[in-house]
């Protein structure tokens, strides 16, 4: 089955250590995003790659970056964690066509859970 | 900037008709999306609107009013497993930007 696929599920890290996520896709979208999420919070929107396109939401803190190596594959990189940035980090895809908007459908990875001591 | 508004919860018993209602202040607005997310899991995609009017995908049903920047989703039948945080979401700046509404417990009494 097409799928989007986030490892590990579980990831513990030390304050301060960089740590990296990882998302990929069999979808073969060509839009993959990543999302924060805290307990009892809505999902916020770190940033999104259309294609090759980097997009970055204005109020993303810079210790957070993304790589995406090729159409499957994106990663979440935090280059030092602070305990504020426990949460749930969720990848989704969608299908964008060229010049139309973003599109509502989005599909979800489990999602990477991150704690940080 | 963006702004959306849901109740944070809602509360009813199995068999009956739930609204979850979402208001919104954005520029360049594109269109409503309805997600569910059960506790744990990801938010799955329910239903999407552009335009006025009613969408209806089996017990699930979402209106939108632009004019009013109001949309709301309807359950019905309601069913245990219908327990869950719904969060809508809106396409603005003109199709660029993706934001989810701060979202709605909903809780399934038997």
């Known amino acids: 089955d097409a799928m989007v696929i986030q490892n590990p599920r579980y990831q513990v890290t030390q304050f301060g250590k960089p740590v990296t996520l990882s998302c990929s896709q069999t979808l073969n979208h060509n839009v993959m995003y990543w999302y924060q999420q805290k307990s009892s919070q809505a999902p916020k929107l770190l940033f999104h790659?259309?294609?090759?396109?980097?997009?970055n939401e204005a109020d993303t803190p810079d210790n957070f970056q993304s790589r995406r190596p090729n159409t499957s594959f994106c990663f979440l990189d935090i280059r030092s964690p602070g305990l504020g940035d426990a949460a749930m980090y969720l990848c989704a895809t969608s299908i964008r066509t060229s010049g139309g908007p973003l599109n509502n459908e989005q599909f979800f990875g489990p999602g990477t859970r991150l704690t940080v001591l | 900037g963006q702004s959306l508004e849901q109740p944070s919860e809602v509360t009813a018993v199995e068999g009956a008709i739930v609204q979850i209602n979402c208001t919104y202040q954005?520029?360049?607005?594109?269109?409503l999306s309805w997600y569910q997310q059960h506790d744990g899991g990801a938010p799955t995609f329910l239903s999407y609107?552009?335009?006025?009017g009613l969408e209806e995908t089996g017990r699930f049903s979402s209106f939108l009013s632009r004019s009013d920047s109001y949309g709301y989703l309807l359950l019905q039948e309601l069913q245990m497993k219908d327990s869950a945080s719904y969060f809508c979401?809106?396409?603005?700046?003109?199709?660029?930007?993706?934001?989810f509404g701060p979202g709605t417990r909903l809780s399934v009494l038997p």
């Open positions: 609107n552009a335009l006025d």
């Open positions: 954005t520029s360049g607005f594109y269109g």
């Open positions: 790659y259309y294609d090759k396109d980097f997009n």
């Open positions: 979401a809106v396409i603005d700046n003109y199709g660029q930007n993706f934001v």
